[in-house]
T-cell receptor
Framework: EPEVTQTPSHQVTQMGQEVILRCVPI?????FYWYRQILGQKVEFLVS????????KSEIFDDQFSVERPDGSNFTLKIRSTKLEDSAMYFC?????????????FGDGTRLSIL | QQPVQSPQAVILREGEDAVINCSSS?????VHWYRQKHGEAPVFLMI?????EQKGHDKISASFNEKKQQSSLYLTASQLSYSGTYFC???????????FGTGTRLQVFP
């Protein structure tokens, strides 16, 4: 069964450094998402992306965050200047179309640790 | 506003049943249910759309009452593999972002 893949599985970075998290969504999917989950808490929406642009973003997704689909397969999340509170599990998800009746399939996540 | 799930935690013996509830203060278009095991990604279980439908998936089923803005997940004859944290994700408008609930931790013991 096709799946969403994320790399790296664990990223350790010094505070203030830039970090790029990578995702390869399921190949025929058109909608892409980033979520984060702080340890022991719920999953929080960050951003959705369709047709090479952001379709929606949350309050968490401030100017320090950006997303890009640099080629036909990768979908990246960049955090420009990381803070301690950015430490979390970051999940990428994709769906074959948008809308409320489509499941979002999640990758295994990248654990980001900011020191 | 995030949906509220109840109970926060459930402990079961294998074969017992459980109900997990998800309530929202906003009108809902759909409710998505996911199960997440420790250290893993959320795994999609099912979607319920407005219209008050019910769905089943093996011994796991769910209902959606849009008037009450509530969904319930029913786990019958629980198995050890059902252990994990269950999240509901809701959509409330012309949007495809999911707002996840507070989670319900389910532990099934032999």
């Amino acid at each position: 069964e096709p799946e969403v893949t994320q790399t790296p599985s664990h990223q350790v970075t010094q505070m203030g450094q830039e970090v790029i998290l990578r995702c390869v969504p399921i190949s025929n999917h058109l909608y892409f998402y980033w979520y984060r989950q702080i340890l022991g808490q719920k999953v929080e929406f960050l951003v959705s992306f369709y047709n090479n642009e952001i379709s929606e973003k949350s309050e968490i997704f401030d100017d320090q965050f950006s997303v890009e689909r640099p080629d036909g397969s990768n979908f990246t999340l960049k955090i420009r200047s990381t803070k301690l509170e950015d430490s979390a599990m970051y999940f990428c998800a994709s769906s074959d179309s948008g809308g409320s009746n489509q499941p979002q399939h999640f990758g295994d996540g990248t654990r980001l640790s900011i020191l | 506003q995030q949906p509220v799930q109840s109970p926060q935690a459930v402990i079961l013996r294998e074969g017992e049943d459980a109900v997990i509830n998800c309530s929202s203060s906003k009108a809902l278009y759909s409710v998505h249910w996911y199960r997440q095991k420790h250290g893993e990604a959320p795994v999609f279980l099912m979607i319920l759309l407005k219209g008050g439908e019910q769905k089943g998936h093996d011994k796991i089923s769910a209902s959606f009452n849009e008037k009450k803005q509530q969904s319930s997940l029913y786990l019958t004859a629980s198995q050890l593999s059902y252990s994990g944290t269950y999240f509901c994700g809701t959509e409330s408008g012309n949007t495809d972002k999911l707002i996840f609930g507070t989670g319900t931790r389910l532990q099934v013991f032999p």
